[in-house]
């Protein structure tokens, strides 16, 4: 596992990390995610490896919090995993080690969610009686009708890197990113907004009143040794 911070865009401390996949290659070196997760989807591999990701980001939240590190966790959970009919068993025993789930957070993408909206709606239901807290990843890159995201049990909506690269201009992203936020807020939801790389991003998020953040300009995803030296500098 690598890890990305997310940093609270009004203190701008760091206040949780997603836990993000990488393949260590014997030949290739550190391969991202994009390469090989769609063959683990193919494949049918994803379950496994899904349930891997979660059940060692869980050990790693507890063994944080037991050296008094308090960090919210983000994992993310396919389309796959979701649509297994023991998916909320699965996700509960990975969460045995953890102390307070709601410090869990499992992100869905759109995609996901909509492939079957029924079973979706049982899926996160089951979901949230554990404890857990639901993100929705990619937020309005999907085919969603707004008229649902009141009816998904979510807690954040994480906005797209495709409507933050335009940021920073009076353009058609930065009225979709302020109408996200603003939706999201009047929803009683938190905005988490994805793949920040300039300065003109980020103050135009801060402007729009996004309540966080993550992006190579605010920390790139980074091996746990890496990470931990972040955290003991106790810098942001």
Not at 73 to 90: E, F, I, K, P
Not at 128 to 139: C, H, N, Q, S, Y
Not at 145 to 150: A, G, Q, R, V
Request: proline share 3%; with cysteine; glycine share 8%.
């Amino acid at each position: 596992l690598y890890y990305q911070p997310i940093f609270a865009l009004d203190t701008r401390c760091l206040g949780g990390v997603e836990a993000l996949v990488r393949w260590l290659h014997p030949e290739h070196g550190v391969v991202a995610a994009a390469e090989f997760i769609d063959l683990a989807e193919d494949c049918g591999l994803i379950v496994p490896l899904g349930a891997w990701v979660l059940d060692q980001a869980c050990r790693q939240h507890r063994a944080w919090l037991d050296r008094g590190i308090k960090l919210e966790m983000s994992v993310n959970v396919s389309a796959r995993q979701l649509n297994q009919s023991d998916a909320a068993d699965r996700i509960a025993a990975c969460l045995s080690t953890v102390e307070d789930p709601s410090e869990i957070f499992l992100e869905l993408t759109e995609t996901a969610l909509m492939q079957d909206l029924s079973k979706s709606l049982v899926r996160l239901a089951e979901l949230k009686e554990l404890g857990v807290r639901l993100v929705i990843d990619d937020f309005g890159t999907g085919y969603s009708s707004l008229s649902y995201l009141k009816r998904f049990p979510i807690d954040i909506v994480k906005i797209d890197k495709s409507f933050v690269d335009g940021l920073g201009s009076d353009n058609p992203d930065t009225h979709i990113v302020s109408a996200i936020i603003s939706l999201a807020h009047a929803l009683g939801l938190r905005t988490v907004a994805e793949g920040v790389e300039t300065d003109a991003q980020l103050d135009a998020l801060v402007r729009l009143g996004c309540d966080e953040a993550q992006g190579y300009l605010l920390g790139k995803p980074m091996a746990l040794e890496d990470l931990e030296a972040v955290l003991a500098s106790g810098q942001p």
